[in-house]
């Protein structure tokens, strides 16, 4: 005979990467103001209420530590290992955005949060509980999106030269790309519109072409997905 099921309590988290032209990547952690754990770093999340959905626990949890709200989150894994946490069976249900840092640049943590902070994502301090395997999960997430989806795009200026655009891919991929194959590829899906404008150039070099997203093209190969190998 099986024992009874014990208390098992369902948890969310929200790993939130951001995006910047000259920092690259980083992702949103909190200090831990209690024990477990008490002042090491983790991802933001939390206990699920009784009259909440996930989204809307996730929603909460990630301003009362963090006073960010972000508006899209998308549900990444489940982890739910027994002993992943110290204190009882706790199944946790991880989200993951996206978003550039510059616009959530006022942070203010409460509740079991001491502190909010970016870290970027090669100088990580030791995470709490299983994060970094949580945190580990969602990297390869957006390191596999990127390849069958144009994502990210929001994530640059209105106008851009195409050295930003490299710029991003190579960031959230975590490697360099073929520049002359990546160019041709991308220009070919058709979700870049050439503008009349020219970058202004740094030093030497021609003025860069200005480009700016197609957004029709662009949400109708979101939901088509595409697979440009880069």
Do not use: C
């Amino acid at each position: 005979m099986h024992s009874p099921v014990s208390d098992i309590k369902v948890a969310v988290d929200a790993i939130v990467f951001g995006y910047s032209k000259n920092e690259g990547v980083s992702v949103l952690l909190i200090q831990r103001k209690y024990e477990p754990f008490k002042n090491s770093w983790a991802i933001p999340g939390g206990f699920v209420l009784e009259h909440e959905s996930l989204e809307e626990a996730v929603q909460r949890e990630l301003g009362e530590e963090t006073g960010i709200t972000v508006n899209y989150l998308e549900q990444l894994y489940t982890f739910g290992k027994p002993g992943r946490d110290p204190r009882q069976r706790i199944i946790s249900v991880a989200y993951l955005a996206l978003v550039k840092s510059s616009q959530f640049q006022q942070l203010r943590a409460s509740t079991d949060a001491e502190n909010a902070q970016w870290f970027n994502i090669q100088q990580l301090p030791q995470l709490a509980f299983d994060h970094q395997l949580i945190l580990d999960t969602a990297v390869e997430r957006v390191k596999a999106k990127v390849r069958y989806q144009p994502i990210g795009f929001e994530l640059l200026d209105k106008k851009f030269p195409f050295a930003d655009l490299e710029k991003l891919y190579i960031a959230l991929l975590g490697r360099d790309i073929d520049r002359r194959n990546f160019s041709k590829k991308m220009l070919a899906l058709g979700i870049l519109d050439e503008t009349n404008e020219l970058a202004r150039s740094e030093g030497k070099g021609r003025p860069s072409k200005m480009y700016q997203f197609n957004k029709k093209r662009y949400e109708q190969l979101l939901k088509e997905g595409i697979n440009f190998e880069i």
